[in-house]
């Protein structure tokens, strides 16, 4: 069974960093594709990042372009979302997913989700 453990968010200041860590379980990874996407109430779930597995391709969504860094330790079955110069509209519920990959990153369809973590950057 695919689980999916985060950890990482709180809250931060305006300009500040955060890490977010999530640790994955259940079977090898190859050729999965693992993303970030976040919430806020009232919204629907929004892409953040995503990465493959084996080949470690990424794709943000603007808005996190260049502040943004996702990553994967193979070797330690986790991926991370580095996060710097926070905006509070970054605040949300951040959440770690996992499918199989199909050629396309930029997705909220994913098979497998974390809990979420929250994150909130005041002002």
């Known amino acids: 069974q695919v689980q999916l453990v985060e950890s990482g968010g709180g809250l931060v200041q305006a300009g500040g960093s955060l890490r977010l860590s999530c640790a994955a379980s259940?079977?090898?990874?190859?050729?999965?594709?693992m993303g970030w996407l976040r919430q806020v109430p009232g919204k629907e779930r929004e892409f953040v990042a995503g990465?493959?597995?084996?080949?470690?391709?990424?794709r943000y969504t603007d808005s996190v372009k260049g502040r943004f860094t996702i990553s994967r330790d193979n070797a330690k079955n986790t991926v991370y979302l580095e996060m710097n110069s926070l905006k509070p509209e970054d605040t949300a519920v951040y959440y770690c997913?996992?499918?199989?990959?199909?050629?396309?990153?930029?997705?909220?369809?994913?098979?497998?989700w974390g809990q979420g973590t929250q994150v909130t950057v005041s002002s």
């Open positions: 997913a996992a499918t199989r990959y199909g050629g396309l990153i930029a997705t909220t369809h994913y098979d497998y």
């Open positions: 259940g079977r090898t990874f190859s050729g999965y594709l």
């Open positions: 990465i493959t597995w084996s080949g470690g391709l990424t």
